[in-house]
């Protein structure tokens, strides 16, 4: 993926076409943090139980909206414009901050799959996870690009999650 331009409010990137089909297929792993990983604060007032049902709850609200929002945006007739090098898209704002979301929450959830391995370690591969280290780079690439055009610094391209 590489970043093409702004104009106003919306920013426009490029793909090829494999680039394209690996960022699609990621996409489908949305939403990968298994739904109880967030744990609330122990400090938090309430009961404990009470107060984590009510953060999954929220989440599966958003996680939700998102998945619904991102098929939307990429089923939309037109998104993609084919060109002589692959397929240029635009995105607004929300939209970039959305994919971000999305992006990080695979990118996360496929260092967890992976064992969490600590930084500087890299994860025990076999033919079970190697997609989650393919879908962890992916997101870490995209991450970095679409951070990078909004004018935000993105994610250490060393660091694994």
Request: proline share 6%.
């Amino acid at each position: 993926m590489r970043f093409i331009r702004a104009d106003k409010d919306r920013l426009t990137f490029c793909v090829g076409q494999r680039e394209k089909a690996l960022l699609f297929e990621t996409l489908k792993l949305y939403p990968l943090i298994p739904a109880a990983y967030p744990r609330c604060s122990k400090t938090a007032k309430g009961a404990p139980d009470e107060n984590q049902r009510l953060l999954e709850e929220a989440l599966a609200a958003q996680r939700k909206e998102n998945r619904e929002a991102m098929l939307a945006m990429f089923n939309e007739p037109g998104r993609f414009r084919q060109t002589g090098h692959g397929f240029q898209f635009t995105l607004m704002a929300a939209e970039l901050e959305r994919l971000l979301q999305v992006f990080n929450d695979i990118r996360v959830g496929s260092w967890i799959a992976l064992g969490s391995p600590e930084e500087g370690r890299e994860p025990d591969m076999n033919e079970e996870n190697a997609g989650y280290f393919l879908a962890m780079e992916v997101c870490g690439h995209a991450e970095t690009v679409l951070l990078a055009a909004s004018g935000e610094e993105g994610p250490d391209p060393a660091a694994k999650a």
